[in-house]
């Protein structure tokens, strides 16, 4: 498949190892638009733009899922008026992409606790998760009011509060019954993480479903992180030796 997609790749394009999850922190936006003298909340538009793309591309290449860190818990500190912007991109993204993704067969899904969320937002995006929650497209996730941190410290609450109710004993703990209380629960972990704009942090990003994954970072900012730059990173992470810790 991305044979015929980026036909001037080819010849080292593998098809057979495309890594069925990336998951990417879309960083840069500030700086693309800063570049250009306009405001930042023209980078995140480009930004958004760029999701479409990528989408597309994941799409046509066969990845399965494609997680975006969108908003984390985090981000609620940056100025009223950019936090705004961005809950108001995300509606216009939903808004303007649905029937195209939902012909496509994409699923939209979230991790992070979208209930914080303003109403518009959180309705556009309930109604779109709802709409195509039988697709078996593409995974489009969107991590939303997300902090890795905050989803761990939540499933150790579920679990424990099943201890405490006797549903669950101490010895059930296990590396599974944990992963099964994320928000991740029912998704493989990420083969493939990608940040771009050069910055080297995971940023409370997916830090228990990140364990074995390969890491790509780029010094590209996201708005211009278009097929080309993610053919690149898929062949970069087909040209490393995945041992899980094995030899
Ligand atoms: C980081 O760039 C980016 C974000 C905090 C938001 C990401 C949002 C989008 C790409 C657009 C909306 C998303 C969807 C799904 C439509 P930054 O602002 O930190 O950039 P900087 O480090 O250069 O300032």
Sequence with gaps: MIKSFFKDKTDQ???LKVPEHIAIIMDGNGRWAKKRNMPRNLGHKA???NVKTITKACDKIGVKYLTLYAFSTENWKRPEE???GLMDLLVFFLKNELNELHSNHVRIRTIGDISHLPVKTRKVLEDSIEVTKNNEGLNLVLALNYGSRNEITLAVKEIS???SEGELSV?????EL???????SDMPDPDLMIRTSGELRLSNYMLWQLAYSEFYFTDVLWPDFKGPQLIEAIEDYQNRKRRFGKL
């Design 13 to 15: 394009a593998d098809s």
């Design 47 to 49: 930004g958004g733009e």
């Design 82 to 84: 950019e936090v705004s």
């Design 161 to 163: 509060k099943k201890i």
């Design 171 to 175: 010895n059930d703990i296990s590396e």
């Design 178 to 184: 944990i992963a099964n209380h994320l928000d991740t």
